[in-house]
T-cell receptor, first 114, second 115 residues
Framework: RKEVEQDPGPFNVPEGATVAFNCTYSNSASQSFFWYRQDCRKEPKLLMSVYSSGNEDGRFTAQLNRASQYISLLIRDSKLSDSATYLCVVKFGYSGAGSYQLTFGKGTKLSVIP | EPEVTQTPSHQVTQMGQEVILRCVPISNHLYFYWYRQILGQKVEFLVSFYNNEISEKSEIFDDQFSVERPDGSNFTLKIRSTKLEDSAMYFC?????????????FGDGTRLSIL
């Protein structure tokens, strides 16, 4: 069964705070991992891909632990514009026999307050 | 930056009517997708399309649904006889490839309201 679980939040944090989101996925036969953000009633937008060694993009750091089937996203120095729902997304499938579909978590809502 | 475009932005239809949602994927992308999101719920995969045929579909994508690429640019989702529970945001997405970390890029969606 392919499932992605996230803490639904909401997370209410002051500007400048550091906030961390966690995500677990059910199927060890997983291929690719992403964080998307979704503003209210808008489309999901790619925030970053998540690589096995972990990766950073400015204030955003993503980590992957395949053994624990766990993904995290850290946002440093949060801005008002970071307020959104953060979606953990997994593409399941074996290497060489890729699946096409993305499986989404329900998302964690973040509100950054002045 | 190239983007996926969808029309209409909002469609209101009577139950039982047919509806066609339209999408123009990013021009050099080869893989196309439809997802839906019922209000307050998570984004759910419907179907993927490659090389003019369906490559994968979910349980949601039953006989009422069909997809088509009628020309070199458009990608459509048809719902033959709409039901109340088809009310949702429908997102089209496209990707250049499916290998590795190739992301899928989403259009801004069509809000479908069934009365």
């Amino acid at each position: 069964r392919k499932e992605v679980e996230q803490d639904p939040g909401p997370f209410n944090v002051p500007e400048g705070a550091t906030v961390a989101f966690n995500c677990t996925y059910s199927n060890s036969a997983s291929q690719s991992f992403f964080w998307y953000r979704q503003d209210c009633r808008k489309e999901p937008k790619l925030l970053m891909s998540v690589y096995s060694s972990g990766n950073e993009d400015g204030r955003f750091t993503a980590q992957l632990n395949r053994a624990s089937q766990y993904i995290s996203l850290l946002i440093r120095d949060s801005k008002l514009s970071d307020s959104a729902t953060y979606l953990c997304v997994v593409k399941f499938g074996y290497s060489g026999a890729g699946s096409y579909q993305l499986t989404f978590g329900k998302g964690t809502k973040l509100s950054v307050i002045p | 930056e190239p983007e996926v475009t969808q029309t209409p932005s909002h469609q209101v239809t009577q139950m039982g009517q047919e509806v066609i949602l339209r999408c123009v994927p990013i021009s050099n992308h080869l893989y196309f997708y439809w997802y839906r999101q019922i209000l307050g719920q998570k984004v759910e995969f419907l179907v993927s399309f490659y090389n003019n045929e369906i490559s994968e579909k979910s349980e949601i994508f039953d006989d009422q649904f069909s997809v088509e690429r009628p020309d070199g640019s458009n990608f459509t989702l048809k719902i033959r006889s709409t039901k109340l529970e088809d009310s949702a945001m429908y997102f089209c997405a496209s990707s250049r490839d499916i290998q590795g970390n190739q992301p899928q890029h989403f259009g801004d969606g069509t809000r479908l309201s069934i009365l």
